[in-house]
């Protein structure tokens, strides 16, 4: 695991996929043990095993409570600038969004918002949504659901969230 974190009593990292904080993860319960293994949720390992014995997590559900989450030192975290985590804001307030939105609820030139949706979805902050019924931009039309296939909408991964809490401490 990349970053020294301490995990509560009840989990251990899976050294076959060795998910990184971040990442998309799952767990797998060990027979005759009340330890759940934290694996990459496409980790090769899980597709020959009893769908029930899978567990949803989140990085949070895992993390000691008491343990600070140092993420400052992580290479990814140090080549974000203030735009990035303005974009990254944007899409913690308002959930799955286009860059002309962005750019305009941020001030921040649309060409740059392109670029920066791109470098964070390279750097597995944000994920491209594939062309769906969203809610249209909760928050500002309420209730109002559409489908767009002209715009690339991007939503905040998991560890997307983990980089923006940090910032925002």
């Known amino acids: 695991m990349e970053n020294s974190i301490s995990l509560k009593e009840d989990f251990t990292v899976a050294k076959c996929c060795n998910p990184n904080l971040g990442d998309n993860i799952v767990g797998f319960l060990k027979y005759d043990s009340t330890i759940i293994s934290i694996h ?4 090769a390992n899980l597709k020959s095993i009893e769908a029930e014995r899978i567990v949803e997590l989140n990085w949070s559900d895992v993390i000691s409570s008491g343990d600070e989450i140092n ?5 990814d975290y140090r080549q974000l600038d203030e735009i ?6 944007h899409h913690l307030d308002f959930g799955v969004d286009y860059a002309a939105v962005v750019a305009k609820h941020t001030h921040i030139e649309r060409a740059v ?3 920066r949706h791109r470098k964070l979805r390279d750097l597995n902050l944000l994920v491209r949504v594939q062309p769906k019924m969203i809610q249209y931009r909760k928050n500002v039309v309420k209730g109002k659901w559409i489908k ?11 560890r997307g969230k983990i980089f923006l809490d940090s910032y925002l401490r």
């Open 71 to 75: 993420i400052h030192d992580d290479p």
């Open 40 to 43: 990459n949720q496409d980790c």
């Open 148 to 158: 767009h296939r002209n715009h690339t909408y991007y939503e905040l991964t998991e």
């Open 84 to 89: 990035d985590f303005k974009v990254l804001k």
């Open 113 to 115: 918002v392109f670029d």
